[in-house]
C-alpha cells in the first residue's frame, strides 16, 4: 500500500513527519538491495517504499 503523496505532504507540513535524509534513503535502498532475491524483486520492493528513484543511475559505471 502506497501512501498518497498529499498525505505525506499534510504531515510533513503538520510536523507529525519528517523527510528522510539522503543517507538514511540510501541506506535503506542498499538494505533493500541486500535483501532482494534478484534485481526485479528489488525494483519493485524499492518503487513500493517509494525509493525507486532515490539513488538512481542513468549509466552503469565502467
Same mark, same amino acid.
Given at each position: 500500500m502506497t501512501i498518497?503523496?498529499?498525505l505525506d505532504q499534510r504531515? #510533513?507540513? &503538520?510536523? &507529525?513527519a519528517k523527510? !528522510?535524509?539522503? &543517507?538514511?534513503r540510501r541506506a535503506a535502498t542498499l538494505y533493500i538491495a541486500t535483501c532482494a532475491h534478484d534485481a526485479?524483486?528489488?525494483?519493485? #520492493? #524499492?518503487?513500493m517504499l517509494g525509493l525507486a528513484t532515490a !539513488? &538512481?543511475?542513468t549509466e552503469v559505471p565502467a
Open positions: 498518497p503523496p498529499q504531515r #510533513l507540513a &503538520a510536523g &507529525a523527510p !528522510n535524509t539522503p &543517507a538514511e526485479d524483486d528489488c525494483a519493485r #520492493l #524499492l518503487d !539513488n &538512481a543511475r
